[in-house]
């Protein structure tokens, strides 16, 4: 069974910390997603990452793959109120479409 | 992306009835899916709702409980059958197109509380 473990499991911090939420697993996936979901919505898609180490830039936050194709990070640098909810990764599981979806990692920005 | 909704958006059911909930993309799609959020906690896929035939269910979930339909690309139905306190949760349907199979968009879910 693939699972991917999310750390920390939850976050709090003030406003202009910078954080980092890890994603790993003992399975390699073709790609990788991270998604936003806020209380009373679905999780919102905020990127795809399909090559071992590769690193994408969103404004405040940076993703990475990692080379073994086992585990990716978030990185929010200067956090803002607007960054709080619940975040999750997800590994496309090869030779389906299937998503794996890690544990989640809750965040909450205080002001 | 797709553009996806959700009916109902929440519901309050009692115990040992059914309820339907719709899912309607608004662009043809590959893949639709059906998963199911507890609270507090991440997502558990329920079905892959195959379009023309029986959906395919994931270990755990079995089609007497939750039968799906996808009469054509752009819609699907979750039935939640029989249902008991522990089905209370969040189910949300999602969507992949060809060409980007790795990326699901998400609906914004139907909130079921089951008394």
């Known amino acids: 069974t693939q699972l991917l473990e999310q750390s920390p499991q939850f976050l709090s911090i003030q406003e202009g910390e910078n954080l980092t939420v890890y994603c790993n697993s003992s399975?390699?996936?073709?790609?990788l997603q991270w998604y936003r979901q806020e209380p009373g919505e679905g999780p919102v898609l905020l990127v795809t990452v399909v090559t071992g180490g590769e690193v994408k830039k969103l404004k405040r936050l940076t993703f990475q793959f990692g080379d073994a194709r086992k585990d990716s990070s978030l990185h929010i640098t200067a956090a803002q109120t607007g960054d709080t909810g619940l975040y999750l990764c997800a590994g496309g599981a090869y030779n389906t479409d299937k998503l794996i979806f890690g544990t989640g990692t809750r965040l909450q920005v205080f002001p | 992306s797709a553009v996806i909704s959700q009916k109902p958006s929440r519901d309050i059911c009692q115990r040992g009835t059914s309820l339907t909930i719709q899912c309607q993309v608004d662009?043809?799609?590959?893949?639709m899916f059906w998963y199911r959020q507890q609270p507090g906690q991440s997502l558990t896929l329920i079905a892959t709702a195959n379009q023309g035939s029986e959906a395919t269910y994931e270990s755990g979930f079995v089609i007497d409980k939750f039968p799906i339909s996808r009469p054509n690309l752009t819609f699907s139905t979750l039935t939640v059958s029989n249902m008991s306190p522990e089905d209370s949760s969040i189910y949300l349907c999602?969507?992949?197109?060809?060409?980007?199979?790795?990326?699901?968009?998400f609906g914004p879910g139907t909130r079921l509380l089951v008394l």
């Open positions: 399975s390699v996936f073709s790609s």
């Open positions: 662009s043809q799609v590959t893949m």
């Open positions: 999602s969507v992949s197109t060809l060409g980007a199979q790795e990326t699901q968009y």
